[in-house]
């Protein structure tokens, strides 16, 4: 039986805290000065076929409408799309995006994807940054969309981080976000309509995948926000953080195995938790709960934990990631090299590079999303003028 490995770093301790904002803020400095410095002069690390491993400065961005996403010894240009998003900076084509990736010895090197978005109305953007990293084939993909339902402004984010393969996260990224708009109840009981979808797409595609040996499975954390309301949905051990009045709140608990109240739930529907380099459900899977994954099904199920807040002036950002992230930056830490960002497309791409810094082995998707933009960027010109 093959084991996933769907995070197997232990957790960061004490990353529900916050840390001194002086410590952070040196932190990122620390970290700022050292990606100049490996900018300046990267270093080539030795060839490895299997991974291909490459300096994660070496991107381009991609058309809103043709992002690329590689897979092993394959580039596909529908693979991320975003849904009403304006191109931000300098932009490559599909086509001259295939054509640099491809090293001297034919490796297929094209899978590090960065951009941004901004809302109509200016006071929401984001960036997105999207990186292979170490693993031998891309399972992560991401979903970003815009919309009005029933004269609401609905903004959609989400993170997929696959394991056993990408079907399961690339399932999610066509589905998910689409059956939930289309939910009879989503303007009027969006809680409900989450977790209602949630399941019915697990169980649609588990119908869809023929081969019943198939045991690809994903995370799925989402920031869902109707009007000046915010819903964070999480299925496993993707993460969403906000740093709301300088401070970094976790607005989603990674769904572990040894988590007191999953590991009772397993045990009670008939599965174990066991040690296996981590805890793991049946031996098997390092979280406990993602889409798909049919033979663990009993008890990794796809139900989401819901948090819920409003939109207020207090609100700065979200960071949501893959573990490939969280594995390796805290929560405060990652909150405080967002801040020291300009943007978030610079902040969002600074965040993949500082976890493939530290060694992160996992894929690294992260979106960073920004309330109040334009305000602040008004207020700061005006102040300016003024002095």
């Not at 991320?80 to 001297?104: D, F, I, P």
Request: hydrophobic share 35%.
């Amino acid at each position: 039986m093959v084991v996933h490995d769907g995070g197997v770093v232990e957790d960061q301790e004490g990353s529900s805290s916050p840390c001194p904002d002086v410590t952070a803020a040196a932190e990122a400095e620390a970290e700022a000065a050292a990606a100049i410095a490996r900018a300046a002069r990267p270093p080539r690390p030795g060839r490895d076929k299997r991974l291909g491993v490459r300096h994660p400065l070496k991107h381009r961005r991609f058309r809103a409408g043709g992002k690329m996403m590689a897979e092993a010894g394959r580039v596909s240009s529908s693979a991320q799309s975003l849904a009403g998003a304006r191109e931000v900076g300098e932009a490559t084509t599909v086509a001259e995006a295939t054509a640099m990736g491809v090293g001297s010895d034919g490796e297929d090197e094209a899978r590090y994807i960065c951009g941004g978005w901004k809302s109509e109305d200016g006071i929401m953007s984001c960036g997105y940054s999207s990186f292979r990293g170490r693993r031998a084939s891309m399972e992560d993909f991401y979903d970003i969309k815009s919309s009005k339902v029933d004269d609401k402004q609905i903004n959609l984010f989400g993170v997929f981080d696959g394991h056993g393969g990408s079907h399961a996260a690339e399932y999610l990224k066509g589905h998910l976000f689409e059956n939930l708009l289309k939910h009879p109840a989503f303007v009027t009981d969006t809680k409900s309509a989450i977790s209602e979808t949630y399941r019915k797409t697990d169980s649609d595609f588990l119908d869809a995948e023929t081969n019943v040996n198939r045991e690809d499975g994903s995370t799925a954390s989402t920031a869902i926000l109707v009007g000046n309301h915010l819903y964070v949905a999480n299925v496993g051990d993707s993460r969403t953080v906000m740093s709301k009045a300088g401070k970094a709140i976790a607005l989603s608990d990674d769904h572990k195995p040894n988590r007191k109240d999953e590991q009772k739930r397993i045990e009670s529907a008939g599965g174990v938790v066991t040690w296996s380099g981590t805890w793991r459900v049946g031996g098997v899977l390092a979280m406990s709960r993602a889409f798909g994954n049919r033979l663990l099904k009993r008890f990794v199920v796809a139900e989401p934990e819901i948090q819920e807040q409003e939109i207020d002036d207090d609100m700065e950002f979200l960071i949501l990631a893959s573990d490939g992230l969280w594995d390796v930056v805290s929560n405060e830490h990652a909150v405080a090299f967002v801040k020291a960002e300009e943007g978030p497309e610079a902040a969002a791409r600074k965040l993949a590079e500082i976890a493939f810094a530290r060694g992160s082995t996992d894929n690294i998707t992260c979106i960073v999303v920004k309330f109040g933009q334009e305000e602040k960027t008004v207020d700061s010109a005006s102040s300016g003028e003024q002095s």
